[in-house]
């Protein structure tokens, strides 16, 4: 809804994937002036339309709008962003069918660089529902003992310090620095800010941090990716789910 231009940027990214995969997409593209009334019609259309398996609103909506009455409203069997609370809740459970989508490629991206999360001191610093919370649960459910930072946490450093695996989900450009970083840890950058000058920045300081880390994803190009790349694994799922259930 609307036109912010990141919204855009991503919404072109993932129908473009769509098309490199052979999966059948529809963009509504909404006025910003939409009701939701309106928006909520078309969530109901598309849960009940047959040839469509997943369905995401691209976030942030304009403010009339109430972002969880939207969450709600998509039929968890079709929620490829896993936002619904009976998608949440079932990744805290464990036992869940989608993942969303960002933490989902931070573990694909730490289980191909193989990386055992086992035992490993794991410290997130973002708690949102997007990121950091499933990002913090998915690093649980492969035995990493995870400690989550947020913006009230005293001793910040003292914490990242002890990270053999660093997720930084803060959305401030260059907030971690080397200085924070345990030699040899494990560096996961999920942070885009777009600078003044239209560059595209993570969370991680990446000069200072790379001569400290084991490893670590630049910013664009790391988390990003992975990100539709997860939403399209999704997809695929939600279809096989469905199709299972018909
Ligand atoms: P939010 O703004 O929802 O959350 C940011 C989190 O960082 C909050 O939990 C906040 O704490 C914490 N925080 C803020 N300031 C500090 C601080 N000084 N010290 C410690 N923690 C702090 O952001 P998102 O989780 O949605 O996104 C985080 C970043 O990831 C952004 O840059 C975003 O653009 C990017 N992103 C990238 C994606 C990708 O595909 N790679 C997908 C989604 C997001 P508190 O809760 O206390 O306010």
Known sequence: ????????????????????????????????????EELLKLIHTLNEKRDINGILVQLPVPKHINEETVINAISPKKDVDAFHPVNVGKIMVGNFDFVPCTPAGVMELIKESGIDVRGKECVVVGRSNIVGKPQAMLLLHQNGTVTICHSKTKNLKEKTKQADILVAAVGIPNFITGDMIKEGAV???????????????????????EK???????VPGGVGPMTIAMLMKNTVKAAILQHELN
């Open 1 to 36: 809804m609307g036109d912010d231009p990141a919204s855009r940027v991503y919404v072109n990214n993932k129908k473009k994937a769509c098309e490199e995969l052979g999966i059948y997409s529809e963009e509504y593209a909404l006025s910003e002036d939409t009701s939701e």
């Open 187 to 209: 560096v996961i950058d999920v942070g885009i800010n777009r600078m003044a000058d239209k560059k595209l920045v993570g969370d991680v300081e990446f000069e200072s941090a």
């Open 212 to 218: 400290v880390a084991s490893a670590i994803t630049p």
